[in-house]
């Protein structure tokens, strides 16, 4: 009695163990099977009992050489998925001229400040003189520290207000002006706008309350005081071009008046800078320009390109696509997101940085000072023409603006064309020019992004590198599902006698 209770106990002391056993034999009779069963190249030679250990061994890394290989190429592949994902090619419909609005275009005279009203090379003609006044009674010792570490507080009111009562008006750059041959007032067609050069005029571009942020911008002064134009035509005043082949869409009659010509205040060259940009542009004054000079007719013959990106483009990041979408980029100075505007809202911030003030025609709020001392107006001007086309920016080892071009956007370029116009009034010294601009065609090329390498192409070329190494395929994944969970689980659920 007593040893068939100790058999008993021994039973059940061995029974754990023996269902242990049982469980890891049909784990490995179930891998077994799997291995000698699947589709996978190479996988049943290794379990195949009639092969030695040298063969076993060989076939053990062909496959993990295969593996090794198709890793680094898939990761290639989603490399190449996550950076460059985006091509931009050639659409093949062409652009009308209906379908885009004609360029925005600033005008800016290279006589600054009208000798006629403040002579500045008589100014420091008188300035000079009383320098060396005072150095021969020296007291230019005395003089000269007050001057140098004098404030200059300008009220940008007042600041503004001189640059504008000393630069030429309205009627001192236009005769005529000319949209699609019916005359038009330029007062209205053009408007003032403050640029780097100083005062320029501009027409087409949006209102200013579409482009700028006015809660966020000073209340000092307006850099593009709407005209008359857009206050008549609030809903419908941005134009468009109408290609007939026969005559300009906009013509201008110029005019130079050479006693405004300051020899110490003045350009490399007289007569106008013509820059075209695009309408959400806050116009400014840059590197690339077509020179106006008198006594000269100019054609512009326009050109544009266009480039499009569908809305299914949103789901990949700015960078991979390399655009921004309307409402991805937020401006503080800006409603309207362009390059240019990004690019100026930058540069003003890298100028507050490294100066401690701004320049008038920079965007800022009430805070921000014009000039603060000599010394520091000193300072900015040379910062700014040491630093052309935001070289300081580019200078630094991170860029700091990141200003991507907007995802559907118009470029305009034009080839000019000139002619002699020898119209002049040598009494007054009076000189005249002639602008025209029109669109060489009635329709252009255009670009367009798209998905250059997406997700299917992604899957296709993993699963063509799975294939080609490993011999997977769908039914492969579906027979590590059956052999691996399904038949496992069930044999271990309720494990065969």
């Known amino acids: 009695m007593n040893s068939l209770k ?33 589709s996978l190249h190479g996988v049943k030679y290794i379990v195949d009992r009639t092969m030695t250990r040298i063969e076993k061994v060989f076939w053990l890394m062909a496959i993990i050489a295969s593996v090794t290989m198709c890793v680094f190429l898939m990761h290639n592949s989603w490399h190449k998925w996550r950076t460059n994902p985006i091509v931009i090619t050639i659409n093949e419909r062409a652009t009308p001229i209906e379908d885009v609005y004609f360029p925005s275009v600033t005008i800016c005279p290279q006589i600054k400040c009208k000798a006629t009203v403040y002579n500045y090379t008589l100014e420091k003609q008188k300035y000079d003189n009383l320098t060396w006044i005072l150095v021969l009674t020296e007291d230019m010792k005395e003089f000269n520290p007050k001057w140098q570490s004098s404030k200059i507080y300008f009220k940008p009111t ?58 966020n911008m000073h ?74 000079h008198p006594g ?8 544009f390109e266009t480039t499009h990106t569908p809305d299914e483009l949103k789901a990949y990041a700015p960078e991979a696509r390399q655009c921004y979408f309307p409402g991805e980029r937020y401006l503080r100075f800006f409603r309207a997101y362009t390059a240019n505007n990004c690019r100026m809202e930058c540069f003003t911030n890298v100028t507050l940085e490294e100066c401690g003030c701004a320049s008038q025609f920079m965007p800022h709020d009430n805070n921000t000072r014009l000039y603060e001392t000599t010394t520091t107006a000193d300072n ?47 009494q007054i010294e009076l000189y005249y020019s002639r602008l025209d601009l029109f669109f060489k065609h009635d329709s252009f090329m255009s670009m367009r992004r798209s998905e250059l390498f997406g997700q299917t192409d992604f899957i296709a070329q993993c699963g063509g590198l799975l294939g080609l190494f490993l011999g ?12 691996l969970i399904i038949r496992l689980s069930c044999r271990l659920i309720k494990p065969q006698d």
């Open 158 to 215: 007042t600041f503004v207000k001189n640059i504008l009562d000393v630069a030429p008006d309205y009627d001192d750059v236009f005769i005529r002006c000319f949209w699609q041959s019916i005359e038009k007032n330029c007062t209205s067609l053009f408007r003032k706008v403050l640029t780097r050069e100083g005062v320029c005029y501009t027409m087409n571009s949006y209102k200013t309350d579409d482009i700028f942020r006015e809660k």
């Open 472 to 483: 997977f395929s769908v039914f492969s994944l579906v027979e590590c599902v059956y052999f």
């Open 296 to 303: 000269q007719a100019t054609n512009l013959a326009l050109s």
């Open 6 to 38: 100790i058999m008993a106990m021994a039973q059940e002391e061995n029974a754990p163990k023996k269902s242990r056993r049982k469980r890891k034999r049909q784990v490995v009779e179930t891998l077994s099977s799997y291995a000698k069963n699947t």
């Open 380 to 426: 900015i001007s040379s910062y700014e023409d040491d630093n052309d086309d935001f070289d300081v920016i580019s200078a630094r080892e991170e860029d700091p603006c990141n200003c991507l071009p907007t995802c559907n956007q118009v470029k305009y370029k034009a080839d000019r064309f000139k002619l002699p116009f020898d119209i002049k009034d040598h």
């Open 219 to 292: 209340n000092e002064y307006l850099y593009l005081p709407d005209s008359s134009w857009e206050t008549l035509n609030h809903d419908n005043y941005m134009l468009r071009a109408d290609w007939n082949g026969e005559v300009s869409d906009l013509s201008i009659l110029l005019m130079l008046n050479m006693k405004d010509k300051d020899k110490h205040c003045h350009q490399s060259f007289d007569g106008f800078k013509v820059y075209l940009h695009e309408q959400a542009d806050m116009p400014q004054s840059g590197l690339y320009y077509y020179a106006i």
